[in-house]
């Protein structure tokens, strides 16, 4: 069973960073992909950023490119989201998810496991 903890959200001013980090545990498999996703209130759920662990390859949305870098630690199962220069647009649930496909997709039903969500709130 894969499962996948998130951590490290909190309030922060505008232009501030953080580092979202997600553990994940239970893969059977070397072929898969994390994504980090995102939801404010009232809105749909975003595609954020996406690492696929075979080849690293990666890919974010226009809204975070330039300020938001994805990597992962395969020796502690861990995905990292790096957000700089933080808008409060940016503020919402950010989640990660498991998809079992090797490439890089944002679609949110090509994920089969979700985490449990962490708040970022971007706020003077």
């Known amino acids: 069973q894969v499962q996948l903890v998130e951590s490290g959200g909190g309030l922060v001013q505008p232009g501030g960073s953080l580092r979202l980090s997600c553990a994940a545990s239970?893969?059977?498999?070397?072929?898969?992909?994390i994504g980090w996703f995102r939801q404010a209130p009232g809105k749909e759920r975003e595609g954020v950023s996406c690492?696929?662990?075979?080849?690293?390859?990666?890919y974010y949305a226009n809204s975070v490119k330039g300020r938001f870098t994805i990597s992962g630690d395969s020796a502690k199962n861990t995905v990292y989201l790096q957000m700089n220069s933080l808008k409060p647009e940016d503020t919402a649930v950010y989640y990660c998810?498991?998809?079992?496909?090797?490439?890089?997709?944002?679609?949110?039903?090509?994920?089969?496991?979700w985490g449990q969500g962490t708040q970022v709130t971007v706020s003077s």
């Open positions: 690492i696929v662990n075979s080849d690293g390859s990666t």
């Open positions: 998810a498991h998809t079992p496909l090797a490439t890089a997709t944002m679609t949110p039903w090509d994920y089969d496991y």
């Open positions: 239970g893969f059977t498999s070397d072929y898969y992909g």
